[in-house]
């Protein structure tokens, strides 16, 4: 119950479509199998991934499994050092004494409990009305071959590339959610910077080659700009692997 209610006020809270932002707002998951406060916020996350920008707010949702909860008893399949360091690097610029979970960071300039409904979606509305700086537009190519474009005036940044999968679950054996089936959307399966803006621009063809683990129906490929390692998030872009 107390699940279907924090599904229920965020989408009460969010913004009517008459108040979507011309750029997405990115909405960062810091979560982990391993941590017991942590499904509401993943429910949260999948809500949010499921929202319609057609018709309401269009939000790009990045769930960041992190490390430090894995132990003898379970082991987060998801879960990634990398993603620990950039918690930490989060951390750091918000002035926290240390990381925790569940925490979601709004676009780069909010950091907020994961689980907290009213003011993630106070954030998710402050955001939708902040217009964003850069232009991102992702194309496919070819295969799995994809142009990268971003331009942003007077802005330095790096852009970052990730692969996000929605619909997967665990059924977790042993630790604080041991007997637990865990349902995920916008598991970042990759994460990396391609490159930085040079005078305002930034042109790139990439290679997206899937694992074979991924479902492809199932992936997104999602393109963001960023000021250093834990600043603004600039803008964003987004585009179904299958399409």
Known sequence: MKVLFLLALIAACLPSPAFAAENPVVVELFTSEGCSSCPPADAILAKLSQMDATKGPDIIVLGEHVDYWNHPAWTDRFSSHDFTVRQQEYAQHFGLASPYTPQMIIDGQQQVLGSDANNIAHDIDSALKKNKPAAITVAKVN?????????AENEKGRVYLAV?????SSEVKGGENGGRTLHHAGVVRELHSIGSLSKGEFQKKVDVPLQHDWNPANLKLVVFLQQGDAGPILGAASIRLNE
Request: glycine share 14%.
């Open 143 to 151: 295969g799995n071959a994809y142009q990268v474009s971003v331009k």
């Open 164 to 168: 996000t999968e929605d619909g997967l």
